[in-house]
């Protein structure tokens, strides 16, 4: 329950503050942060729970790290937003996390057979955009 409510606040939030134009350099921080903590924390409690495999959770913070360090290479004046599809990428990555939380069979496995495509391919998105020339 508490996975779902904390799902939809990030969904609420971020399109409240998209919609009256409060976003904030805190917030545009803060944000991904806390999404990061959301899936990666519960991936991790799903590992252990034997309801995800561990390679799954390896390649989400992978990427995340990658995503990462990129931002901490970049000068200080280059804005580097969160993509359409890395929006994405975050709510499949959550939908298939509460499925795989309370299903078992092939819908978690399709749900993140596109997650983990959509994870791969927003992290080489971002390099392709951002990498320094």
Do not use: C
């Amino acid at each position: 329950m508490l996975f779902i409510v904390a799902g939809f606040t990030d969904l609420f939030d971020g399109m409240i503050a998209r919609r009256t134009h409060n976003t904030t350099k805190f917030g545009a921080y803060l944000d991904p942060l806390a999404d990061k903590i959301l899936v990666l924390g519960t991936g991790l409690a799903l590992v252990f729970t034997h309801r995800l495999m561990m390679w799954i959770l390896f390649v989400l913070l992978i990427r995340e790290l990658a995503v990462t360090g990129l931002r901490s290479i970049l000068p200080r004046d280059h804005y580097m937003p969160a993509s359409y599809g890395a929006k994405w990428k975050t709510t499949v990555q959550l939908i298939a996390l509460g499925a795989s939380a309370v299903l078992t069979g092939i819908i978690p496995g399709i749900l993140w057979s596109a997650a983990l495509a959509l994870t791969v391919w927003t992290g080489f998105e971002y390099f392709y955009q951002h990498w320094p020339r």
